[in-house]
């Protein structure tokens, strides 16, 4: 059975034998302002280590499919998508927002005002401080050497410094460190350890500049928004919409033009040009069957040489008769 108990900490201790969770929790439940959809799962039993309850703080916004394993120590405002996985031995900090799709692994760190969007991945004992920013897709790794005993034994994700804001589909390898207020661009591989405060992209990643000489936000948006429509051609002058073109720029309906502007159905060629089907050979040229060698020169079988032509093995033949080996002969 499950202590609904209400302490500050809003901790859940596991007794007896029943091991499945609890499948909802209504709002308010057990006096600590939990909001849960259906098929919410509280408390799943860990499978590393002994039993152990589950301490989850005030006001949690629980979407359906979110589990969270025992063993783990989540402050107030937790806030998650639909499917989202927290496993076991994390200590997560208040205000921290977890997107749908996304696993956090047991072992992690994560500050205070966290944001990891959809679909990412946060490996085994990855350190996130507070007010990072994790954009969709962000892959965290933490094994060296895959499938090697001694690897695992030392695993370990990369730390994430304060503020530091990653890119969609960044991956980001074991042992890394990012510093405070770094900018990983989108689609980067970070490989080695990223300053504070640097703008680094590219696989592998590596600093370009500092996030302070950025340009304004306010001047980026500008900047982007003078850009020319993909549409508009850079050449040449630009073309009305069609929809502003004067009557005769216009092109009439196909069905309104005159039968001299139409174009024949492509499926159809010109009735002055028929091509013969391409299965049937011309009549003037008949080919005899392949199968059928011409009238009056019978080939011998190949399997039976000329009568009287037998040459000699290569072994028995005179050294003139001998062909020389490939790697001696010229103009080959």
């Keep these: ?77 937790l806030e998650t998508g ?45 350190w996130l401080e507070d007010d990072v920013f994790l954009a969709p897709g962000v892959t965290i790794a933490n094994d060296l050497y895959p499938g090697d005993t001694r690897s695992a034994q030392l695993m370990s994700g990369p730390h994430i410094g304060a503020g530091a804001q990653i890119g969609v589909n960044v991956t980001i390898l074991p042992f890394v460190h990012i ?40 001047q980026r948006v500008a900047d982007l928004s003078e850009r020319a429509p993909l549409t508009q051609s850079s050449s040449g002058p630009e073309r009305a919409l069609l929809a502003d073109r004067s009557p005769d720029t216009q092109r009439a309906p196909l069905a309104d033009r005159s039968p001299g502007t139409q174009r024949a159905p492509l499926t159809q060629p010109p009735p002055s040009t028929p091509r013969a089907p391409l299965a ?32 000699a093995p290569l072994s028995e033949r005179a050294p003139h008769e001998q062909r020389a080996p490939l790697t001696e002969r010229t103009g080959r």
Excluded at 288 to 294: T, V
């Design 1 to 77: 059975m499950i202590d609904r108990s209400q302490t500050g900490t809003g901790r859940i201790d596991r007794t007896g034998t029943d091991r499945a969770g609890i499948d909802r929790a209504g709002p308010n439940w057990a006096g600590q302002g939990w909001v849960t959809d259906e098929g919410v799962r509280i408390g799943y039993p860990a499978g590393r280590g002994p039993g152990r309850g589950l301490q989850l703080g005030r006001d949690a916004r629980l979407r359906s499919g979110t589990v969270l394993y025992d063993g783990s120590k989540i402050g107030a405002n």
């Design 82 to 126: 639909h499917g989202v996985v927290i496993r076991e031995e994390c200590i997560i900090g208040e205000h921290v927002s977890v997107w749908s799709n996304t696993v956090v692994d047991y072992g992690c760190r994560i500050g205070n005002r966290v944001k990891i969007h959809a679909n990412c991945y946060i490996a085994q004992f990855t």
């Design 179 to 218: 510093g405070a207020g770094a900018m990983i661009g989108s689609g980067s591989v970070v490989t080695r350890d990223i300053p504070a405060g640097m703008v680094a992209y590219g696989n592998p990643a590596v600093p370009h500049r500092r996030v302070a000489d950025l340009p304004e936000i306010g």
């Design 280 to 311: 049937q050979p011309p009549p003037s040229t008949p080919r005899a069957p392949l199968a059928q060698p011409p009238s009056g020169t019978p080939r011998a079988p190949l399997a039976q040489p000329p009568s009287g032509t037998r040459r």
